[in-house]
């Protein structure tokens, strides 16, 4: 199995930056694309950016500009910058990897817990 685990959140005003980190352990060749959500409450988890294997990018159109999603491979760690943060960035931030190897790897994608992401005004 593959083990997400995410850090850097917290509180932050308007106009702020927040990084957040995931680190991937385990057969973390079960994995290539990894990915940003976010779910505030009483809206629907969303997806906020993601990342090819092979660095390809791509944003939701809420994020797109603010946030830069990036990783190091050899570290097996993934990386949401995100600056000019609005108070409706606020949500539980998770990260994601689904599963390339479904054979070998089980069938399920795999999920961090999360990390809390606040914005004050």
């Known amino acids: 199995q593959v083990q997400l685990v995410e850090s850097g959140g917290g509180l932050v005003q308007a106009g702020g930056s927040l990084r957040l980190s995931c680190a991937a352990s385990?057969?973390?060749?079960?994995?290539?694309?990894m990915g940003w959500y976010r779910q505030a409450p009483g809206k629907e988890r969303e997806l906020v950016a993601v990342i090819t294997n092979s660095g390809h990018t791509n944003y939701a159109d809420s994020v797109k500009g603010r946030f830069t999603i990036s990783r190091v491979n050899a570290k097996n760690t993934v990386y949401l910058q995100m600056d000019s943060l609005r108070p409706e960035d606020t949500a539980f931030y998770y990260c994601?990897?689904?599963?390339?190897?479904?054979?070998?790897?089980?069938?399920?994608?795999?999920w961090g817990r999360g990390t809390q992401v606040t914005v004050s005004s």
């Open positions: 994601n990897a689904p599963n390339y190897y479904t054979h070998y790897c089980g069938e399920y994608d795999f």
């Open positions: 385990g057969h973390t060749r079960c994995i290539s694309t």
